[in-house]
């Protein structure tokens, strides 16, 4: 029987010191009918001349640009390429376990064409140490919109790089250009259109290090909102789905306006989104357990906040 063709879309800038790891871990995987493509978006670094000395290889495809970009105007490029069946992804400071690509093709022969992607957990290792631990995160199959709006923060989202994706599903969503990137986001646009099935079994390692886009927690946050906005625009969404979706803002922005006091970060952008949150949905912020807290604590001096940050770890 003829494999299917996997395109693995490998994203990298400046991560010199993770990509050799990333492609070894793709080029070891026991599913062989791959092609890789690299996106190096502009790296400064060593990063581009590390991944030429595997371009003897001709699965890999190197796209070496000389600027950085937008993630996903370089995503939406990879994809313009991409000739297999199936998409999986994967950033140049993660890696793959060997076996991630066969557990998911065995997984899909058995899924009919409502399931679009099968997705699982994986690990987090912590650069100094070198110590694996098993990242959260939702553990949903089936029609998972709903579990994915409301799982976000808790167990928490679709690990971004596990996903193996039937490549019709970028038919129906690609990523905005407009938008500086979505990532995992994405994958509750595409829940709305496809099944998820869920592998319990960890496919995946990513990195944890100072670098780590996700610390950029107001720009993430920036993104997420527009991502969310470009659903609820382009979707005709049942008002059940629209509440759903305005609970799931109220909640991140509560989160992240908690994390900013807690930081003794920018008290009024934190104030803004506590009141775009209630304005999303004004019971279920108020019930949030962070709501009230924050909202009082950031309209005091900012000798208070700060004398508050120190009691509380001990609360």
């Known amino acids: 029987m003829i494999e299917s063709k996997v395109s693995i879309i490998l994203m990298t800038y400046n991560q010199e010191q993770f990509i050799r790891k990333a492609i070894e871990s793709v080029l070891s995987q026991t599913y062989k009918n791959f092609e890789l ?8 670094d060593n990063t581009a001349s590390i991944i030429e000395s595997f371009l003897p290889d001709k699965r890999i495809i190197f796209l070496n640009y000389d600027s950085n970009e937008g993630p996903n105007i370089r995503t939406n490029q990879a994809l313009d390429i991409a000739k297999g069946s199936f998409i999986s992804w994967l950033y140049g400071d993660d890696y793959y376990m060997p076996t991630k690509i066969q557990d998911q093709m065995n997984a899909f022969s058995n899924l009919d064409s409502s399931y679009g992607i099968v997705y699982g957990p994986g690990y987090e290792e912590n650069v100094s140490s070198g110590q694996l631990s098993l990242s959260k995160g939702v553990s949903s199959s089936g029609q998972c919109f709903e579990s994915f709006l409301m799982g976000w923060l808790n167990p928490g989202s679709v690990n971004p790089i596990s996903p193996l994706v039937r490549s019709e599903c970028y038919k129906i969503c690609r990523p905005d250009n407009s938008i500086f990137t979505e990532g995992e986001i994405l994958y509750i646009h595409l829940a709305l259109s496809f099944k998820f099935f869920f592998l319990n079994k960890p496919l995946v390692v990513m990195s944890e290090h100072e670098l780590r886009f996700g610390k950029a927690y107001k720009r993430n946050l920036d993104t997420h909102v527009k991502s969310i906005e470009r659903l609820l625009n382009k979707n005709n969404l049942s008002p059940r789905h629209v509440k759903r979706v305005y609970r799931h803002l ?24 506590l009141y775009s ?22 309209q005091l001096p900012i000798t208070f906040q700060r004398l508050i940050n120190q009691i509380l770890p001990r609360v």
């Open 37 to 44: 493509i690299i996106s190096n978006n502009g790296s400064i």
């Open 250 to 273: 109220s909640e991140l922005k509560i989160n992240c306006s908690w994390h900013s006091f807690r930081t003794n970060q920018d008290t009024s952008w934190a104030l803004k989104n």
């Open 277 to 298: 949150a209630y304005a999303n949905a004004k019971i279920h912020s108020i019930l949030n357990k962070h709501f009230l807290v924050s909202l009082i604590c950031l």
